[in-house]
C-alpha cells in the first residue's frame, strides 16, 4: 500500500510527567497504536493490527493551533508498507476521512491511500 500524508500526521505519547513526546518520523509501532485507537473510537475490532513500514520519504513538519493546542509537529509525505487485511481496512477508513493520527479535530491526519 502507499499512504501519502496530505497535512501533518501527528502521532504522540503523553509521559508520566505529563509531557507530550511528538514522534517526526512515521515508525510501525506508531502507525500501529494510532490505527488502534482509530479502530476502539469506531468499535469496530476484526483481527489484529500489523504494519511492516518498507519505505518512506517525509518531512517534518509543524503547525501553530490557536487556543491551549499551541504548536503540534508532525510529519507529511509519503510511505510504503506492507498492511494485514484489519490494517488496511483502517487505513483505508482514515483515507475517507476520519484522518490518521491525533488532533484529527484540528484538520490535522489528512491521508491518501493506494493498494
Given at each position: 500500500?502507499?499512504?501519502?500524508a496530505?497535512?501533518?500526521?501527528s502521532v504522540?505519547?503523553t509521559?508520566?510527567?505529563g ?47 490557536r487556543?491551549k493546542?499551541g ?27 476520519l ?17
Amino acid at each position: 500500500m502507499q499512504v501519502r500524508a496530505v497535512t501533518p500526521v501527528s502521532v504522540a505519547r503523553t509521559g508520566r510527567d505529563g509531557r507530550r513526546d511528538e514522534r517526526p518520523l512515521p515508525t510501525a509501532d506508531a502507525l500501529v497504536h494510532s490505527l488502534c485507537g482509530l479502530a476502539r473510537k469506531i468499535r469496530w475490532d476484526h483481527g489484529p493490527v500489523e504494519i511492516d513500514l518498507l519505505r518512506y520519504q517525509v518531512r517534518s513538519s509543524a503547525v501553530c493551533l490557536r487556543g491551549k493546542a499551541g504548536r503540534v509537529g508532525g510529519w507529511v509525505g509519503e510511505m510504503d508498507l506492507r498492511a494485514s487485511a484489519s490494517a488496511a481496512w483502517l487505513l483505508e477508513a482514515a483515507g475517507r476521512g476520519l484522518g490518521l493520527g491525533s488532533r484529527t479535530s484540528y484538520g490535522l491526519g489528512r491521508i491518501h491511500v493506494q493498494a
